[in-house]
């Protein structure tokens, strides 16, 4: 069955660097896009950042210069690199396959990222 495991969550300081995985399995990898999303307990699921096959990327505004995403077909992983961290970036997140909210067709558990002194 398709799963989608998402690791490397945990606390960090204001500033601080997290690195998300997300490794996938039960359906040929190379062949989606794949997203993060995010999500708080007031808001509603975020788009973080989107990776297509091409390996071109779209970023939430929100993130854009701090945070970024790649793949790696080989070992089925997608990850989003999360550099000058903020309060606002506490959330859960998840890793999704496929472009856009309207097209996910797989989530992950979630993994959650707490951004505090």
């Known amino acids: 069955q398709v799963q989608l495991v998402e690791s490397g969550g945990g606390l960090v300081q204001p500033g601080g660097s997290l690195r998300l995985s997300c490794t996938g399995s039960g359906f040929n990898f190379s062949h989606y896009a794949m997203a993060w999303y995010r999500q708080t307990p007031t808001e509603g699921r975020e788009l973080v950042a989107t990776i297509f096959t091409t390996g071109s990327t779209v970023y939430g505004d929100s993130v854009k210069g701090r945070f970024t995403i790649s793949r790696d077909n080989g070992k089925k992983t997608v990850y989003l690199q999360m550099n000058t961290l903020k309060p606002a970036d506490t959330a859960v997140y998840y890793c999704?396959?496929?472009?856009?909210?309207?097209?996910?067709?797989?989530w992950g558990k979630g993994t959650l990222v707490t951004v505090s002194a």
């Open positions: 999704a396959r496929g472009p856009t909210l309207d097209n996910v067709t797989a």
